[in-house]
């Protein structure tokens, strides 16, 4: 073995502690880099090859080795992290929903229909009591509160649908930020295969991905498959979205002339697909199914509402409906949309008397119309309350689940700075031996003027 070779072996010693300094002050400079994974320099012994019949024994290694800069990741708890935040989203897009249901149907006893239904039984209460001279007044009176009913509950449709509009538009804009993250996700996948290709570490290629990865994941549930050369496919539901180099594009389909009750679908690449989770399911389900529920619930208390008032102005023979639920062709659809004063006049007493039926019936059916939607009222603030504990907790665990990935990945300034002393000191103790070294070859050269070997 050559005398040279202890200046080999220090000289890769200074190597490998300048890469774990450079690679210790890469981790301390993107302690606040979202997304970004610490690294670590992975060193090993030299193995000293020595065969044949001058075999030296009794001889130290071959020095240090850098073998490559790893990244610190856990596949599990990144996994994790990724699945309970696409669970958070969809609990936090289902609580916004639930949350603009209870705003479209605004009811607090003291204002709302509640108040506006408890207005009109009066008026009729009036009416009911009224002496031939307060008569017309009371109705008059009835016909204006019934207004003001019928108003509220049309715009409370309003409201719903103008709800699932604004829904439809948050899935196209959630749709056009998971197209520009797949598109991301193909580029890197090119280019962090060409880099392991050519010899070279990939880190901040991956982390970058990584982040659209999680980005993917918290709009649609996606599932990621691991392929070779580093490459990852990307599906939402069973539909590629990422295949490789090649990106498919997402698209929420909506029917021509769309309104609430029109069911809004997900294409992938042209082919359905059904998020498993994440933001854009919550906004799914919330135009597809709550929603629609709530509507149709709106349009049977219009019915109902209808019906009992027309059924109890109808105790007075001669008189006709008082309010109509169907639209301009008779179509009984959309109660709540159609909800509208007829204009027919009514009597309020049978010919030739003054015993009221028609308005002493109507504060009966008024009673029974009012229980029920109170009734109706506590169930959506119940939904609305639960959702948002849903959305609360399901935060929460996500949140437990990121940190428990940064645990791993993150960077830790006081682990760092023992590591930067640590090759501080081993830089430091290289550069003595090849000091060393260096001492002791010039005092032999000096004092014999011959080189060993």
Request: aromatic share 2%; net charge negative; charged share 20%.
């Amino acid at each position: 073995m050559s005398t040279f070779s202890g200046i080999n072996q220090a000289s890769r010693a200074l190597s490998a502690a300048q890469r774990g300094m450079e690679t210790t002050g890469q981790n301390i400079a993107n302690v606040n880099t979202p997304g970004y994974s610490r690294q670590r320099v992975d060193q090993t012994s030299g193995v000293l090859t020595q065969t044949g019949q001058h075999v030296q024994r009794n001889v130290a290694g071959d020095g240090v080795q850098v073998t490559g800069i790893s990244r610190v990741a856990d596949a599990l708890a990144t996994a994790t992290a990724r699945q309970d935040a696409a669970t958070a989203a969809e609990q936090k897009a289902a609580g916004q929903v639930w949350a603009g249901i209870e705003s479209a149907l605004a009811d607090t006893g003291t204002s709302g229909l509640s108040k506006d239904l408890a207005d009109l039984s009066s008026a009729w209460n009036d009416l009911a009591k009224a002496g031939a001279d307060g008569a017309d007044a009371a109705r008059s009176l009835v016909a204006t509160r019934t207004q003001a009913v019928v108003s509220t509950v049309t715009g409370m449709n309003d409201q719903l649908e103008g709800q699932y509009t604004g829904l439809t538009d948050q899935a196209q804009l959630l749709a056009a930020d998971v197209n520009r993250a797949a598109a991301s996700v193909a580029e890197l996948n090119d280019a962090i295969r060409g880099t392991l290709a050519a010899g070279g570490t990939a880190n901040e290629l991956l982390d970058q991905r990584e982040q659209l990865l999680s980005t993917l994941a918290g709009a649609t549930g996606a599932r990621t498959v691991q392929r070779d050369s580093g490459v990852v496919d990307v599906y939402v539901g069973n539909a590629a979205l990422v295949s490789g180099g090649q990106s498919a594009t997402l698209s929420i389909v909506v029917p021509a002339g769309a309104r609430l009750g029109a069911e809004l679908t997900v294409n992938v690449g042209g082919a359905p697909a059904a998020p498993a989770s994440g933001a854009l399911k919550g906004v799914l389900d919330g135009a597809n199914t709550t929603l629609p529920k709530q509507k149709e619930a709106l349009d049977a208390f219009a019915t109902t509402l209808a019906d009992r008032i027309n059924t109890a102005v109808k105790t007075v023979a001669g008189n006709g409906d008082l309010l109509s639920t169907t639209d301009s062709a008779g179509n009984a659809v959309d109660a709540a949309r159609n909800l509208a004063l007829t204009g027919n006049a009514f009597q309020d007493s049978a010919a030739g008397t003054v015993d009221r039926a028609a308005a002493k019936a109507a504060v009966t059916e008024l009673r029974t119309v009012t229980t029920a939607w109170r009734k109706e009222v506590t169930g959506i603030a119940s939904s609305a309350q639960s959702a948002e504990n849903r959305a609360a907790l399901a935060e929460q665990v996500s949140l437990k689940s990121d940190a428990a990935r940064e645990a791993v990945s993150g960077v830790n300034l006081d682990e760092e700075m023992t590591n930067l002393v640590s090759y501080q000191h081993a830089y430091s103790a290289a550069a003595r031996v090849l000091t060393a070294i260096d001492e002791a070859l010039d005092t032999l050269i000096r004092g014999t003027g011959v080189v060993g070997r």
